[in-house]
């Protein structure tokens, strides 16, 4: 799928975001700018600590950037935290509750929205083959291996029906051939609901192959360095990786990404 | 382990109690004024049951009554706080400055403004309860991962629903552990609190005997004390471990 054309659903402009006092400033994000257009899947790499994770919690309403920014969701213009219970969010560890069965924490934000536990609860039980969790609405969190626990916090995003999806390197604790399951999973349902998704990650190949546009940050302070698209057509087969343009963009990519790890290794040390 | 190999080892350590217990008798000359032999204790408690029962059953009502109470005011004392940081903030200092001081040395306060009567030993042992569980809902409704609150909150969540979804079951094993300690905190202040003055109860049978240097009758009360206070605590280890099953 290419961009589509027509209205994004999220648009970052001028967004910056500064920790600490005036003895000791850290820019984080620096003027970012990003749009993603409604069922777009635009994954975010850079090197570790250049701001990723704060341009997510800006995006989800859970920080304010510094004034200055510009935040336009669903084409009307926004303050950060008017996007709490707007976007669906997904951070990094999978946070479910251990006292909750599966289906339980599936339902966490049904139940935040008021809805009856027991429609709530059918409503996710019907979820639950397509996402290679059915038998297990019962079982504890402590019971399930991590990709099954990753399966729940996806199901638990989804079921958090907004037009936006965050992901915050959902499958980065997994291991590699878990992953690469989990990997065609998750393309195959977004393909069947068709929400917009920004999806981070550290793997490049990971990128590439979930991305229509994979963007890549600076070192701190986070700029959008690059924002490749991803010309592939869709369903992407596993062989994709061999394919000439998906090695003409890793190598883009990787030149890009290893001029901006040097720069941050460079910084650190001096 | 089933019910019978639990039992095993607690037996065992009683059955060495008091065999020490009787050997230091005989091996040390202890007058039995100071320390009277088991089955002593045992005919005492024996003839003295209906008025152990009756002292028992005064302080096990102020332990409880004061306990629930005590506890109840805890937890919705930390609920507040943990809704309102500013009130905390106003009412930390006084709980701190109250808690810095003994319970027991507010007993002559408590027995003249409330009477020598049931009502002086509820306060007492709701003040000292509420603290040991006030703490511990403290504890527990802060320690909870920030990213779990940024969840609930990016779902639109307020505060009070993050509350009763996330914080408190997630403090569910810190209040329930100040529960538990409270619960022989409360039989200890009520006993403590009956010796400095009262009409009935289990302190004041110890107080009042060991006037008259009955000290067969003492022991009878402690033994009542002790084995009620283990009974309690034996009963709520139970309820804990289905209550806050998962940790």
């Known amino acids: ?270 | 382990m089933s019910a019978a190999q639990r039992l095993v080892y607690p037996v065992l350590g009683l059955l060495v109690i008091a065999a020490v217990w009787e050997g230091a008798i005989v091996v040390f000359g202890i007058p039995t004024f100071v320390l009277p032999s088991l089955p002593a204790i045992a005919k005492a408690i024996a003839a003295d049951l209906p008025a152990l029962l009756a002292g028992l059953r005064v302080t096990l009502y102020e332990a409880a009554v004061g306990y629930v109470l005590g506890g109840a005011v805890a937890i919705a004392l930390a609920l507040a706080f943990v809704l309102a940081p500013l009130l905390e903030r106003a009412a930390m200092p006084i709980i701190v400055a109250v808690n810095s001081v003994p319970v027991v040395a507010y007993a002559p306060v408590a027995l003249v403004a409330l009477g020598m009567g049931s009502a002086s030993k509820i306060a007492m042992v709701a003040l000292a309860a509420g603290f040991a569980v006030f703490v511990n809902a403290m504890n527990g409704l802060k320690a909870i991962d920030p990213a779990a609150v940024n969840l609930m909150r990016s779902f639109g969540a307020g505060a009070l629903r993050t509350v009763w979804i996330l914080r408190l079951p997630a403090a569910l094993p810190a209040i329930v552990s100040g529960l538990r300690v409270a619960i022989v905190r409360s039989i200890i202040i009520a006993i403590v609190a009956e010796m400095l003055g009262a009409y009935a109860g289990l302190g004041q049978m110890i107080y009042l005997a060991t006037q008259q240097v009955d000290f067969l009758r003492v022991w009878a009360a402690i033994v009542v004390a002790s084995v009620a206070s283990m009974t309690l605590y034996g009963l709520f280890a139970w309820v804990d471990r289905r209550l806050v099953w998962w940790k």
């Not at chain 1, 701001?51 to 510094?66: E, H, R, V, Y």
């Not at chain 1, 990709?147 to 390197?169: H, K, N, P, S, Y």
């Not at chain 1, 600076?218 to 000439?244: E, F, Q």
């Open chain 1, 1 to 270: 799928m290419s961009v589509p054309a027509g209205e994004p659903i999220i648009e970052l402009a001028g967004i910056s975001k500064t920790f600490g006092d005036r003895d000791g400033r850290v820019v984080a994000v620096d003027k970012v700018g990003l749009r993603i257009g409604r069922g777009e899947f635009v994954t975010l790499v850079g090197p570790s600590g250049c701001g990723k994770s704060t341009l997510f919690n800006i995006a989800a309403g859970l920080a304010d950037p510094d004034p200055g920014g510009e935040i336009r969701f669903a084409g009307t213009r926004r303050a950060g935290r008017d996007l709490l219970g707007k976007v669906s969010f997904m951070p990094q560890r999978d946070l479910l509750l251990p006292w909750r069965r599966v289906i339980d924490n599936a339902i966490l934000a049904l139940e935040v929205e008021g809805m009856r536990r027991a429609d709530a609860r059918r409503k996710a039980g019907a979820m639950l083959p397509e996402f290679g969790l059915a038998g297990f609405e019962r079982h504890y969190p402590h019971q399930l291996s991590g990709g099954m626990r990753q399966r729940v916090a996806l199901i638990r995003t989804f079921l958090f029906e907004r037009d936006l999806m965050l992901l915050d390197e959902p499958f980065g604790a997994l291991d590699a051939l878990t992953r690469t399951m989990m990997q065609r999973w998750l393309l195959d349902v977004w393909q069947r609901h068709r929400r917009s998704i920004l999806f981070i990650t550290h793997d490049i190949e990971e990128a590439i192959f979930l991305g229509d546009r994979v963007v890549v940050m600076t070192a701190r302070p986070g700029r959008i360095k690059l924002d490749v698209p991803v010309a592939l057509p869709r369903p992407r087969p596993a062989h994709v990786a061999t394919s000439a343009e998906f090695l003409r963009i890793k190598t883009k990519l990787l030149d890009a990404i290893e001029e901006e790890s040097m720069k941050s290794f460079m910084a650190a040390g001096a």
